[in-house]
């Protein structure tokens, strides 16, 4: 299993450079620059500006010279927000965005397995029938919109949480953001847990073991759960890179200091450096991810095996 | 990764582990502030959302009133030589930097130099090309930053020599790009000396904390001069693009300022808080460019269809909403240096139908008939309300057989098509540097970048240059309401609206003042709990 771990992490490197190459091109090909704004700028002073970023040389040089710098853990100069480097930039908005993805991750997971199992045990009930809109609300309405009413209803009528802003170790400040982020997230996996729960129940072993007669709550815990799981852990990992990667809007919103906006913004301000930085942190974000994924998955499911 | 980051990246994990609680105390301003400023170094910006912070911070020669009128700042007096090409600034005893090492006239040297100095790469560089061979500096003909006209006389005396009089030189001076550096700390720490770990300063404020995407927050300068007339004790400059969601946080009581709203947002403003919505013009104009250098642009009688067929009236009131002024004219109302009526065309007092009338026919001279139509692509960046001024445009360019295009995309590849000349009629807005016609005018002249419609004429420029050379300020303004006639009535560019700046002031807040710079001094304001 250690070999095949290693395998996965050393596949990545060659991966991981592929999308960095891609993406260096892809984002020099997209008209406009750095430098493109609402006004234009005289040729002598865009001149200078492209000599500070070696934007004058060959695409080639600025591209070896990139992944030189990249070697050395040197991302580069934002070429946008110029008061910090890329590597600055996220090592202030990185923990933030880890905190608050992987907190929605968590309440949302939680939320969305046990409303998926009470959604399956009382199939076609009354409590099937609420959790399924609950969580038609959190897939129909998008996050922009449900961020703008939770705001306005709970910062604004209520004055129970801040409507928003970043406040250093406060959790009010956190519960709407979170809500956001996670509740379509809840309301996939439920969803899946739901549909595979129902699968489960209707097997052959489960019936056996029910026909000897073990109790509702302990076949639910010890023979359905795992085997459910499955089709919920193999959304997991594409679900927290999502909830890691989709918080743009959420920040926005919020005005939260995350890497979420890097990510669309600095795109469209066309500052390679930082859409360069940020897109190398996700790809080893989500490789990673995906492993561990695929780790737990085996544990889940014993016909898997590492080849 | 430097070793200050990591602990700062560290500190934002253990607080939130901690989930330690911090609350804001009294006479704290909460500001909505836009988008993440690039930089706090006053040479290295260009944005009203990196003017509020840095001019809280730094102040120039020449400072701002509430007003927006330029007076002394550090510069305690001034003197001028008769051919108004040598300014003479002496500092104030009394001025010093927040580490407590006095402002000296190499700071304001330095910072000049800095602009221009090629390796800067400062954007707003050419805004002081009037100062003596700036423009040779920041071009690399000159490679010696002492041939600037820029000299430390004294510890407390800066001469400033300029290459041309130039009328709004004091005004200009109140520009963040003229504002001083401490020599002292760029001495130490180079380029690196407006990160937050290094900054200081001389005016009323002190950032002493930046969280990207979040806030910036500066506490008072007890060192400034003037530091008993300031009466907050801290500001916050919250960083959002989304106007919305900063109105929802004033609406909580969270933001007591908001520096901009979206449009749609006026009537409930007015509705559910009255006069807490200032809006009020301010020196910039929306426009739409034409590509002159393409059939069959080229004809002024296209030009003057397309223009005279907008129905101005409509857009500021009805289509934003918030009562844009009609622009028909090139120079804002209101610009100072600019003695004189306003340009007014004869087209702006006929009727909205009797101008139809007059583009239909002008059009079908031209053999453009309602069954062949001329095609014209609009190009705007993609804005809800530049689309919706479009499509306005478009309806009202159908009756003159004009059947339109409309072609969106973000700002960079918007402005690269304007500035490539890769369009036929495109959006573009100009907010004023500073209050002066020329600010407007040049952007006329044949051969400017900013010119992006490739309007040439030789009379014009012939007037703009002879402005330039005109220390007699009623003559000069005469020079250029000649030119600015000259390409009005050739319809070298369709001006459509003059700006209006939207800020919402809670009443809890006092001494701001709208004013037609739009530049806003936190040290004016106070706020009562």
Known sequence: ?307 | MKFQTLVKATAIAAAFALGAASMAQAATLHLHNGGDPRSLDPQRVSGNWEDRPVSDYIEGLMTLDAKGGAILGQAASYSVSDDGLVYTFKIRDNAMWSDGEPVVAEDFVLGLQRLEDPKTAAEYAYLQYFIDNAEAINSGEITDLDELGVKAIDDKTVEITLNAPTPYFLQALTHYSAYPVPSHVVAEYGDDWASIDHLVANGPFKPVEWVPGSYIHSVKNDKYYAADTVKLDDVYYYITDDDNAALQRYRAGEIDILSNFASDQYQLLQDQYPGQAHVFPFLGVYYYVINQTKEPFTDVRVRKALSIAINRKVIGPDILGTGELPAYGWVPPGTSNYEGEQYMPAYADETYDERVAEAAKLMEELGYTAENPLTVQLRYNTNENHQRIAVAISAMWEPIHVKVELFNSDVSTHYDALTAGDFEVGRAGWIMDYDDPSNMLDLLKSGTGNNYGRYANAEYDELLAKAANEQDLVKRAGYMHAAEKIAMDEFGVIPIYYYVAKWVISPKVSGFEDNAVDRHLVRYISKSE
């Open chain 1, 1 to 307: 299993m250690l070999s095949y771990a290693l395998r996965r992490v050393l596949s990545a490197i060659p991966v991981a450079l592929i999308a960095v190459t891609v993406c260096f091109f892809v984002l020099r090909l997209a008209p406009g620059g750095p430098f493109d704004g609402e006004r234009a700028l005289p040729e002598e002073i865009l001149n200078n500006l492209r000599e500070y970023y070696h934007m004058n040389e060959p695409l080639v040089m600025q591209y070896l010279r990139y992944i030189w710098g990249l070697l050395q853990f040197d991302l580069g100069p934002s070429m946008v927000i110029k008061g910090f480097t890329v590597s600055q930039l996220l090592a202030i908005g990185l923990p933030f965005t880890l905190m608050l993805g992987f907190t929605a991750f968590v309440v949302a997971t939680a939320i969305g397995i046990v409303a998926g199992v009470i959604a399956a045990v009382q199939q076609n009930k009354w409590p099937d029938y609420v959790l399924v809109l609950a969580v038609m609300l959190g897939v129909i309405v998008p996050n922009f919109l449900m961020g703008a009413l939770l705001q306005l209803f709970f910062g604004v009528y209520l004055k129970w949480f801040p409507a928003g802003g970043f406040v250093y170790g406060s959790i009010s400040h956190l519960v709407l953001p979170v809500t956001v982020l996670a509740w379509p997230h809840a309301a996939r996996v439920s969803r899946l847990m739901r549909g595979s729960m129902i699968e489960v129940l209707g097997s052959n072993y489960i019936r056996t073991a029910k026909s000897k007669g073990i109790g509702e709550r302990l076949v639910l815990a010890r023979h359905a759960m795992k085997p459910a799981m499955i089709p919920v852990v193999s959304y997991l990992g594409p679900g927290l890179s999502y909830l890691l990667t989709g918080s743009l809007v959420v920040e926005q919103i919020f005005g939260l200091p995350g890497i979420g906006k890097y990510f669309v913004q600095a795109a469209l301000n066309r500052d390679y450096g930082l859409v360069l930085g940020t897109t190398v942190f996700y790809i080893l974000l989500i490789l990673v991810l995906n492993l561990i994924v695929d780790m737990v998955y085996a544990w889940l499911d014993p016909r898997v095996r590492y080849h």
